[in-house]
């Protein structure tokens, strides 16, 4: 009988079996697939019932880099983060977790080999200057053809994240100089159209000031002449005051172009700035002179009897 509790007390420890949260136990007997144990105390047949493996349930992350070759033959270089887990925990996605690959090593292999040949064969249809830009399409096409992969073998591809993309050094050098280029003939041609803006604004802007200029050039002369002529008519209302006045009064009417005469002399001699005017002053002259304005005289006066 005391040997007996001790063997009883064996037996019931090796029939408990603990399973950790977030993980799921497969167990065998004589090596075939029996059931699946889930978290907590679990109870097995001692010897006979076997924990074949253990699989965690947890997401699972493994970074990648790798070599790619373009269409135009440039080496670009990847590296990458995937990001999977264990789809869920029931029985039939527990075994083709457990029985689907030898071991986890060969999975993360195989996962590993599958990533990378999707991404190849997408960057083997691209050229070099394609890449960069279509970091976004890549992780979207490797997700589509990983994914249903992965659900085969019980797994879910929660993400992929393409994280670095480099080219070799040589490569690298020769896209700086294009960028370069690049800016450089964008700045010149920022600059031509700055250039061109600046002269086009200046020849405007000297358009608007002539024609100001002549706007105003033209007003002036308008209002030049309008002068003159109100002075003209201011002299001719005068002159013709003057002329009914002193014949009113029985006076000689070329005493007004005498007077004329005179103040035009009087102006040229205290007015003049250096000028050289030739007057013919003999008494010939004169009369010569007060005939024409007389004769002038009398054909405004004329002209104005007959309109």
Excluded: C
């Excluded at 994280?163 to 003939?185: C, G, H, P, Q, Y």
Aim: no cysteine; glycine share 4%.
């Amino acid at each position: 009988m005391l040997i007996l509790i001790p063997v009883l007390v064996l037996l019931v420890l090796l029939s408990l079996v603990t399973v950790q949260q977030a993980t799921v136990a497969i167990t065998t007997i004589f090596g075939k697939y029996n059931r699946t144990l889930y978290p907590g105390l679990n109870f097995r047949i001692p010897f006979i019932e076997q924990v074949f493996k253990r699989i965690t349930v947890q997401n699972r992350a493994v970074e990648l880099t790798f070599q790619a070759v373009t269409i135009d033959q440039a080496n670009v270089h990847f590296t990458s983060l995937l990001l999977f887990s264990v789809m869920d925990n029931a029985e039939e996605t527990v075994k083709k977790v457990a029985f689907r690959f030898v071991s986890d090593r060969d999975f993360m292999a195989t996962l590993t080999r599958t990533v990378e040949g999707s991404i190849r064969s997408y960057v083997a249809t691209k050229k070099q200057q394609e890449i960069l830009s279509l970091r976004r399409e890549i992780t979207e096409a490797v997700k589509t053809n990983v994914d249903h992969m992965l659900e085969d073998w019980g797994f879910h591809l929660i993400d992929l994240q393409i994280n670095d993309i480099t080219f070799d050094e040589e490569v690298m050098r020769s896209m700086s100089k294009i960028v370069a280029a690049n800016n450089l003939k964008a700045a010149a041609e920022n600059e031509g159209q700055a250039l061109l803006i600046t002269k086009t604004k200046a020849a405007e802007a000297e358009g608007n000031a002539i024609k100001i200029a002549a706007e105003a050039e033209r007003e002036a002369a308008r209002m030049r002449g309008q002068a003159v002529a109100l002075f003209r008519e201011e002299v001719a209302k005068g002159m013709s005051q003057a002329a009914k006045e002193m014949q009113t009064a029985n006076l000689d009417t070329s005493v007004i172009l005498f007077s004329m005469w005179t103040e035009a002399i009087k102006n040229f001699t205290e007015h003049g700035k250096g000028n050289i005017i030739f007057l013919d002053g003999s008494v010939d002259g004169m009369q010569k002179t007060l005939k024409e304005l007389m004769a002038l005289n009398s054909t405004d006066f004329s002209d104005k009897r007959k309109s």
